[in-house]
T-cell receptor, first 116, second 109 residues
Framework: NAGVMQNPRHLVRRRGQEARLRCSPM?????VYWYRQLPEEGLKFMVY????????ESGMPKERFSAEFPKEGPSILRIQQVVRGDSAAYFC??????????????FGSGTQLSVL | GQNIDQPTEMTATEGAIVQINCTYQTSGFNGLFWYQQHAGEAPTFLSYNVLDGLEEKGRFSSFLSRSKGYSYLLLKELQMKDSASYLC??????????FGKGTRLSVIA
């Protein structure tokens, strides 16, 4: 079984451009989570989605950031008008159902976003 | 909210045993996870604890004391490939996993 697939692996953008990060969850998983990781920092939760629904976006900045998980296709994390502070590793994780005591998250290899 | 504390860095010798501590404060608790993350790679699941006590899985064991808000990850017979960051993560029930900043372990010969 394929794991969580993220692409691109590396993304370079200039300030003001848009960045689109894609995540295909593991087969059979309908829950997707996006986390951001800065150097020397932990994984910071951004947004949690199920198919066609945003369940929790409490960790996502209100401006410039958006996320979707359409009925067909991968989940997309979109960052508009990127700034240097957006440079980070963005990890996607999936689970078969909402994370409970025995549910673990399966992570993709991440997208390293560099803003010039 | 939740707060998780782990040491930033640790160094240990190949073949030795190392204990990585994690303390936490949380209003709700459903479980505590440990993940391993090699530089530039995805975090991978190591263990979880829901009840107090020790969970052993090969060279890795994890301990939990809910009353003390304390967990540790024990790595035995250290190998060079164990050099990685170890992330403690809380499941508080209604929110996605909250991660600590991680402990970067260096295994030296």
């Amino acid at each position: 079984n394929a794991g969580v697939m993220q692409n691109p692996r590396h993304l370079v953008r200039r300030r003001g451009q848009e960045a689109r990060l894609r995540c295909s969850p593991m087969k059979g998983h309908s829950h997707v989570y996006w986390y951001r990781q800065l150097p020397e920092e932990g994984l910071k939760f951004m947004v949690y989605l199920q198919k066609e629904n945003i369940i929790d976006e409490s960790g996502m900045p209100k401006e410039r950031f958006s996320a979707e998980f359409p009925k067909e296709g991968p989940s997309i994390l979109r960052i508009q008008q990127v700034v240097r502070g957006d440079s980070a590793a963005y990890f996607c994780a999936s689970s078969p159902k909402r994370t409970g005591p025995n549910e673990k998250l399966f992570f993709g290899s991440g997208t390293q976003l560099s803003v010039l | 909210g939740q707060n998780i504390d782990q040491p930033t860095e640790m160094t240990a010798t190949e073949g030795a045993i190392v204990q990585i501590n994690c303390t936490y404060q949380t209003s709700g608790f459903n479980g505590l996870f440990w993940y391993q993350q090699h530089a530039g790679e995805a975090p991978t699941f190591l263990s979880y604890n829901v009840l107090d006590g020790l969970e052993e899985k090969g060279r890795f064991s994890s301990f939990l004391s809910r009353s003390k808000g304390y967990s540790y990850l024990l790595l035995k017979e250290l190998q060079m490939k164990d050099s990685a960051s170890y992330l403690c993560a809380l499941n508080s029930g209604n929110t996605p996993l909250v991660f600590g900043k991680g402990t970067r372990l260096s295994v030296i010969a």
